[in-house]
Protein backbone atom coordinates (compact mmCIF):
# COMPACT_ATOMS: atom_id res chain seq x y z
CA UNK A 1 0.00 0.00 0.00
CA UNK A 2 2.78 2.46 0.76
CA UNK A 3 4.57 1.94 -2.40
CA UNK A 4 1.74 2.52 -4.28
CA UNK A 5 0.38 5.44 -2.93
CA UNK A 6 4.06 6.85 -2.45
CA UNK A 7 4.32 10.42 -3.93
CA UNK A 8 0.88 10.84 -4.65
CA UNK A 9 -0.96 13.94 -4.41
CA UNK A 10 -3.72 14.70 -2.57
CA UNK A 11 -6.47 16.97 -1.72
CA UNK A 12 -8.71 16.14 1.31
CA UNK A 13 -11.84 18.42 1.61
CA UNK A 14 -13.11 19.04 5.61
CA UNK A 15 -9.63 17.74 6.70
CA UNK A 16 -9.63 19.16 10.04
CA UNK A 17 -11.58 17.05 11.78
CA UNK A 18 -13.23 13.70 11.97
CA UNK A 19 -13.29 11.60 8.83
CA UNK A 20 -11.39 14.22 7.28
CA UNK A 21 -8.63 14.04 9.32
CA UNK A 22 -8.51 10.74 10.09
CA UNK A 23 -8.37 10.56 6.37
CA UNK A 24 -5.82 13.15 5.57
CA UNK A 25 -3.38 11.48 8.06
CA UNK A 26 -3.82 7.85 6.86
CA UNK A 27 -2.60 9.35 3.87
CA UNK A 28 0.19 11.05 5.22
CA UNK A 29 0.99 7.71 6.30
CA UNK A 30 0.91 5.86 3.08
CA UNK A 31 3.06 8.08 1.96
CA UNK A 32 1.50 11.15 0.31
CA UNK A 33 1.70 14.38 -0.01
CA UNK A 34 -1.64 15.78 1.75
CA UNK A 35 -3.33 19.16 0.64
CA UNK A 36 -6.39 19.84 3.16
CA UNK A 37 -8.81 22.50 3.53
CA UNK A 38 -11.47 23.58 6.36
CA UNK A 39 -13.37 26.23 5.92
CA UNK A 40 -11.77 28.10 9.25
CA UNK A 41 -8.49 29.42 8.97
CA UNK A 42 -7.43 29.26 12.87
CA UNK A 43 -8.51 25.48 12.24
CA UNK A 44 -6.36 24.91 9.56
CA UNK A 45 -3.72 26.74 11.27
CA UNK A 46 -4.17 24.51 14.44
CA UNK A 47 -4.19 21.29 12.17
CA UNK A 48 -0.92 22.68 10.54
CA UNK A 49 0.87 23.10 13.74
CA UNK A 50 -0.48 19.50 14.89
CA UNK A 51 0.85 17.52 11.84
CA UNK A 52 3.81 19.45 10.19
CA UNK A 53 6.27 18.15 13.48
CA UNK A 54 5.70 14.66 11.80
CA UNK A 55 4.87 15.19 8.26
CA UNK A 56 7.20 18.19 7.12
CA UNK A 57 6.31 19.66 3.76
CA UNK A 58 4.17 16.31 2.91
CA UNK A 59 1.33 18.05 4.69
CA UNK A 60 -0.37 20.98 3.48
CA UNK A 61 -3.36 23.63 4.52
CA UNK A 62 -5.78 25.80 3.15
CA UNK A 63 -8.70 27.75 3.98
CA UNK A 64 -11.13 27.65 1.81
CA UNK A 65 -15.42 26.88 2.05
CA UNK A 66 -15.99 24.40 -1.18
CA UNK A 67 -19.16 25.61 -1.82
CA UNK A 68 -17.24 28.74 -2.95
CA UNK A 69 -16.16 28.49 -6.57
CA UNK A 70 -13.71 31.16 -5.85
CA UNK A 71 -11.74 29.79 -2.94
CA UNK A 72 -12.49 26.42 -4.47
CA UNK A 73 -10.30 27.76 -7.64
CA UNK A 74 -7.74 29.14 -5.35
CA UNK A 75 -7.16 25.85 -3.01
CA UNK A 76 -6.29 24.00 -6.53
CA UNK A 77 -4.31 26.85 -7.86
CA UNK A 78 -2.67 26.26 -4.09
CA UNK A 79 -1.86 22.83 -4.65
CA UNK A 80 -0.98 23.55 -8.34
CA UNK A 81 1.87 25.35 -6.72
CA UNK A 82 2.93 23.41 -3.87
CA UNK A 83 2.31 19.83 -5.51
CA UNK A 84 2.55 20.30 -9.00
CA UNK A 85 -0.37 18.22 -10.13
CA UNK A 86 -3.16 15.82 -8.23
CA UNK A 87 -3.65 12.50 -8.35
CA UNK A 88 -5.86 11.76 -5.43
CA UNK A 89 -9.13 13.63 -4.31
CA UNK A 90 -11.44 13.08 -1.39
CA UNK A 91 -14.54 14.77 -1.66
CA UNK A 92 -15.49 15.02 2.64
CA UNK A 93 -16.56 17.88 3.10
CA UNK A 94 -20.29 17.96 4.77
CA UNK A 95 -22.39 19.99 7.13
CA UNK A 96 -26.01 18.53 8.17
CA UNK A 97 -29.00 20.79 9.17
CA UNK A 98 -32.16 18.93 10.35
CA UNK A 99 -35.77 20.43 10.46
CA UNK A 100 -38.88 19.11 9.24
CA UNK A 101 -39.39 19.99 5.97
CA UNK A 102 -41.98 22.44 6.74
CA UNK A 103 -39.48 24.65 9.23
CA UNK A 104 -36.41 24.05 6.93
CA UNK A 105 -35.26 27.88 6.32
CA UNK A 106 -34.48 28.14 2.83
CA UNK A 107 -31.23 29.67 3.50
CA UNK A 108 -30.53 26.43 5.70
CA UNK A 109 -31.29 24.10 2.59
CA UNK A 110 -29.54 25.99 0.20
CA UNK A 111 -26.46 25.86 2.58
CA UNK A 112 -26.71 22.18 2.95
CA UNK A 113 -26.99 21.99 -0.71
CA UNK A 114 -23.87 24.16 -1.62
CA UNK A 115 -21.63 22.36 0.36
CA UNK A 116 -22.87 18.78 0.45
CA UNK A 117 -23.42 18.54 -3.44
CA UNK A 118 -22.55 21.80 -5.08
CA UNK A 119 -18.51 21.60 -3.38
CA UNK A 120 -18.14 18.27 -4.74
CA UNK A 121 -18.89 19.62 -7.50
CA UNK A 122 -17.06 22.40 -7.39
CA UNK A 123 -13.86 20.38 -6.42
CA UNK A 124 -14.58 17.73 -9.42
CA UNK A 125 -14.34 19.99 -11.92
CA UNK A 126 -10.97 21.56 -10.86
CA UNK A 127 -9.77 18.00 -10.43
CA UNK A 128 -10.44 15.79 -13.20
CA UNK A 129 -9.02 17.95 -15.74
CA UNK A 130 -5.97 17.88 -14.08
CA UNK A 131 -6.14 14.40 -13.46
CA UNK A 132 -6.61 13.67 -17.11
CA UNK A 133 -3.45 16.15 -17.67
CA UNK A 134 -1.39 13.37 -15.24
CA UNK A 135 -2.85 10.39 -17.21
CA UNK A 136 -4.90 8.90 -14.11
CA UNK A 137 -6.83 9.81 -11.03
CA UNK A 138 -8.99 8.82 -8.10
CA UNK A 139 -12.04 10.56 -6.70
CA UNK A 140 -13.84 9.84 -3.49
CA UNK A 141 -16.72 10.87 -2.43
CA UNK A 142 -17.39 10.32 1.37
CA UNK A 143 -20.81 9.95 0.81
CA UNK A 144 -23.91 9.00 3.46
CA UNK A 145 -26.42 5.96 4.22
CA UNK A 146 -28.93 8.76 4.21
CA UNK A 147 -28.07 9.14 0.58
CA UNK A 148 -30.65 6.08 0.24
CA UNK A 149 -32.55 6.02 3.11
CA UNK A 150 -34.44 8.79 4.02
CA UNK A 151 -35.48 9.76 7.73
CA UNK A 152 -38.09 12.82 9.51
CA UNK A 153 -36.20 16.14 9.65
CA UNK A 154 -33.36 15.42 6.81
CA UNK A 155 -34.99 16.96 3.93
CA UNK A 156 -32.27 18.98 2.84
CA UNK A 157 -29.63 16.54 4.45
CA UNK A 158 -31.32 13.30 1.98
CA UNK A 159 -31.19 15.37 -0.77
CA UNK A 160 -27.80 16.13 -1.10
CA UNK A 161 -26.66 12.57 -0.18
CA UNK A 162 -29.21 11.35 -2.79
CA UNK A 163 -28.11 13.52 -5.32
CA UNK A 164 -24.30 13.09 -4.32
CA UNK A 165 -24.86 9.17 -5.23
CA UNK A 166 -26.21 10.61 -8.83
CA UNK A 167 -23.54 12.67 -9.31
CA UNK A 168 -20.74 10.41 -8.66
CA UNK A 169 -21.95 7.33 -10.70
CA UNK A 170 -22.76 9.64 -13.60
CA UNK A 171 -18.65 11.37 -13.04
CA UNK A 172 -17.60 7.72 -12.83
CA UNK A 173 -19.66 6.88 -16.38
CA UNK A 174 -18.25 10.23 -18.29
CA UNK A 175 -15.02 9.49 -17.24
CA UNK A 176 -13.89 6.31 -16.62
CA UNK A 177 -12.32 6.03 -19.80
CA UNK A 178 -10.39 9.27 -19.09
CA UNK A 179 -8.55 6.48 -16.41
CA UNK A 180 -9.96 8.44 -13.50
CA UNK A 181 -11.78 5.47 -11.11
CA UNK A 182 -14.95 7.37 -8.91
CA UNK A 183 -15.77 6.06 -5.97
CA UNK A 184 -18.49 6.89 -3.06
CA UNK A 185 -18.07 6.02 0.41
CA UNK A 186 -21.44 5.62 2.67
CA UNK A 187 -21.06 5.31 6.09
CA UNK A 188 -23.93 5.07 8.67
CA UNK A 189 -23.67 6.83 12.27
CA UNK A 190 -19.57 7.49 12.54
CA UNK A 191 -18.59 8.21 16.33
CA UNK A 192 -17.34 11.51 15.43
CA UNK A 193 -18.18 15.53 15.93
CA UNK A 194 -20.66 16.66 13.18
CA UNK A 195 -21.73 20.02 12.79
CA UNK A 196 -21.02 21.50 16.31
CA UNK A 197 -22.39 18.05 18.27
CA UNK A 198 -19.31 16.52 19.89
CA UNK A 199 -19.14 12.79 19.72
CA UNK A 200 -20.83 11.09 23.01
CA UNK A 201 -19.18 9.33 25.31
CA UNK A 202 -21.10 5.65 24.98
CA UNK A 203 -20.97 5.66 21.38
CA UNK A 204 -18.20 3.00 21.10
CA UNK A 205 -20.82 1.04 18.70
CA UNK A 206 -20.68 3.74 15.76
CA UNK A 207 -18.37 3.11 12.81
CA UNK A 208 -14.80 5.41 13.88
CA UNK A 209 -13.40 7.57 11.61
CA UNK A 210 -10.48 5.76 11.07
CA UNK A 211 -12.39 2.94 10.10
CA UNK A 212 -13.52 4.71 7.39
CA UNK A 213 -10.09 6.20 6.48
CA UNK A 214 -8.97 2.95 6.22
CA UNK A 215 -11.72 1.65 3.59
CA UNK A 216 -9.95 5.03 1.52
CA UNK A 217 -6.92 3.52 1.40
CA UNK A 218 -8.25 0.03 0.32
CA UNK A 219 -9.62 1.46 -2.68
CA UNK A 220 -7.13 3.40 -3.39
CA UNK A 221 -4.61 0.23 -3.72
CA UNK A 222 -7.37 -2.20 -5.73
CA UNK A 223 -5.55 -2.65 -9.36
CA UNK A 224 -6.19 0.00 -12.02
CA UNK A 225 -8.25 -2.54 -13.98
CA UNK A 226 -10.86 -2.49 -10.57
CA UNK A 227 -13.02 -0.09 -9.69
CA UNK A 228 -14.73 -0.40 -6.26
CA UNK A 229 -17.84 2.51 -7.20
CA UNK A 230 -19.80 2.07 -4.02
CA UNK A 231 -19.22 1.00 -0.28
CA UNK A 232 -22.20 1.12 2.36
CA UNK A 233 -20.65 0.69 5.88
CA UNK A 234 -22.73 0.47 9.17
CA UNK A 235 -21.85 0.01 12.81
CA UNK A 236 -21.84 -3.98 13.26
CA UNK A 237 -23.80 -3.98 16.39
CA UNK A 238 -26.14 -0.45 16.49
CA UNK A 239 -27.74 0.33 18.98
CA UNK A 240 -31.29 -1.25 20.61
CA UNK A 241 -34.12 0.90 20.62
Known amino acids: ?18 IGRAITE ?22 LDELTPKWGAKVLGFPADVSSTEQ ?12 GGLDILV ?30 FYCSKQA ?6 AGAGYVVHIGSLAGKNP ?12 ALNGFAEAMMLDHRNDNIRVTSIMPGSVD ?23 MVLAVLRMPERTMVSRIEMRPSKPQKG
Open 192 to 214: TEFNGHDAKSGSNWKIASQDIAD
Open 151 to 162: FATGAAYNASKF
Open 26 to 47: SLLAASCTVLFCGRSEQAVQAT
Open 128 to 133: VPRMIK
Open 72 to 83: VEKLFEYGDLKM
Open 1 to 18: MTQFLSNKRAIVTGGTRG
Open 91 to 120: NNAGIGIFAKMADCAIDDWRRVLDVNLSGA
